[in-house]
């Protein structure tokens, strides 16, 4: 999908694939076909689109030699449904100065891009709970372990203490007072 256009932004020549492009945008030919002005239809398109604005900016620039090429990734609706292309921009020397625009269809990318992230999004998931199952694990074995471990130690020392009876004092009062709370 490959337009060249002067550096007054008017097409002077296209591939087959921008033909086919612009019948499966819907676009009429005399807008992005040989002689029709890309810049204009970027212009009028920037009112409305925030794309059309970024293309339209990048083109200029490389136009007027303040970017040495320009790259942006955009969606388009086709008839065929959602796309995403990749658009450049890179000046040329053939018969005084040139422009080449291509649009190259990157939606399989992008969807590969999306499967990539939503696996490892489910990876990260699986990950936390995992986490939060060993906490929960080591949070049962810490509070097991010192319930027992406090039981046999309450369970001991009133053990000591009726062996001690006869010598009740202010230290059997304390360790009673400690048991029972």
Known sequence: RIALIDPDGYIVGVNNKWLALAEQTGVALDRVGIGANYLDVCRQASSSCADARE???GIRSVLKGKLQSFTMDY???????LRYFRMGVT???CEGPRFVI???DITQLRLSKEKSLKRLQKFARCLINAQ???RERIAREIHDDLGNRIALLSFSVRRIMNQRTRHSGPRMDALNQIIDN
């Open 55 to 57: 293309a339209f900016g």
């Open 132 to 134: 939060e199952e060993e």
């Open 102 to 104: 291509a649009h190259t």
């Open 91 to 93: 000046p040329i020397r």
């Open 75 to 81: 969606s388009c609706e086709l008839r065929s449904g």
